[in-house]
C-alpha cells in the first residue's frame, strides 16, 4: 500500500520518498487514518515499528493544512519523550518529514545550557519535541507556554514512569488545553499506564501492533556458551572472524561497558562505551561517530541504548544476556528494522542459562547455538556470586556478577509483556 492512500498530502509524500520509505509499516498504516479523522489514540507499540512517522506524518499533515500562512508561529504541538537521545531523533525526523511543508519544530533537553533553545524558541515553531524536566523549566522561567496546544503526543509512556516522570507529566497537562487531540504510545500496557492513558485521552482508539515475540523474527538469532571470562575474548574474536563492521554491543552494567570499549581497544577495535555517567555531549559525541562508522563498536547499558536509533545496524551482540527477557527483545530489536538485516549474537553463562530459558519462552522458539567457537565453556557450574577474581583470575576481563533474577524481575512477568494480547479500556486492540 502506497503513502498516498492513507491520504498523506504530497508535500510530505516527497520527503519520505527522499528518506526511502516506499510503503507504510503496520503502525503507520492503522495510526496515520485514525489520526487524520481527529481521533485519540491509545498505541502499544515498541522502538523499531517506525511509531515516530505513526505520529509525526498525521501531525504535520493536520498542522500544514490548518497553518494560516503569514500568521506568526505558535507551539501547537507537543511531543513529551523521557530521554534526549529520543528527543533528538523524534525532533529529527518531524525536520526530516516536514521539510517540504514550511513548519518549524525544535527540541528541548535537559544537561545543556538553555540559552540556545530559548533563543529558537523565540523565533517561533510550530512542533516542540521535549523531555519534561527542561520543558517544565523553560515554562518555570516564562520561555515558553502551551496554552495553544492542539496535538499532544506522549511517547514512551511506560518508559516515562519507569524513570520516575508522573509528576512532570501531571504539570504538563495541567498546562495543556483541555480541547486537543492527544496521541498516547506506549510499549507495554501495565494498569498503571493504562491509568494515566484514562487521564488524558478522550474515546481513544486503540492499536497494538507487532507483538514482541514476532518483532524478533526476521532477526538470526545466536547463543554462544562462554565462561565469564573469556567473553571478551570471544567477543574481539567474534568481530574479525564475522568481518563485522559495525556493531551494538550491550552490557549490564555501566563499568562492564567501559571495561568490554577498554577491551576491544586494546586489540585494535575501535570501541565507544555509551551510558548513564557519561555526559551529554559524550554520549552524542559515541553516537555520532558510531554513525558515521568512525567507531567500529558501540557498548552500551541497557538504558543509555533506549531509543538509540540507526538505520541499517546489522549486528547486536549481547556480551551480557538480560534478566528481564522483554529486555532481549528490546536490544535485538534495534537491527533488522524496517525489513532490514539483522543478526543478534548473545553470549551466556553457566549463571545466565536461566535467563536464556526465560528469553527462549517469551518469543515461544529455541535460539540456535553456535558451538564451535574458540572459547567453548568448561564452567558449568553456577559459582557463588561472591569473588571478584576467580581461580582462573584474570580480573581485567571479568565481568560483574549477573544478579539473581528475581530481584529485578517485575511481580508479575506477564504484566510487563507487551507480546501479550491485553486489553485496554475494554476493547480489543
Ligand atoms: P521508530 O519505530 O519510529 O523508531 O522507527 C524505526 C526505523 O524505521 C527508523 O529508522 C525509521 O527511519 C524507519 N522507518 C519508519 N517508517 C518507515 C517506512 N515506512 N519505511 C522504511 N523505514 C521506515
Redesign the pocket.
Known sequence: MP?SALGIIDHLRKA?AE???????P??AEAIPVILDGNDLLAC??????????FALPVLQLLYQSHIHGEKRKIRCLVLTPTRELAI?IGE?FTAYGRHAGLASTVIFGGVNQNPQTERLVRGVDILVATPGRLLDLIGQGHLHLRDIEYFVLDEADRMLDMGFIHDIKKVLKALPKKRQSLFFSATMPPEILKLAAAILHNPKEIMVTPVSSTVEIINQHILFVDRENKNGLLAHLLRERDIESALVFTRTKHGADKVAKFLARHDISAEAIHGNKSQNARQRALGNFKTRETRVLVATDIAARGI???ELEYVINVDLPNIPETYVHRIGRTG???NRGTAFSFCNAEEKEYLRDIEKLIAKKIPIIGDHPFPMVNFEVEEPTPAVTKKGNAGHQEPKPKQPQTQKPADPAAKRPGRKRRFFGKQG
Open positions: 503513502f519520505l528518506e526511502g520509505y516506499k510503503s507504510p509499516t503502525i503507520q507499540a515498541q522502538t523499531g515499528t517506525g511509531k515516530t512517522a505513526a531523533q525526523s536509533d540507526i538505520d528494522r524496517a525489513g
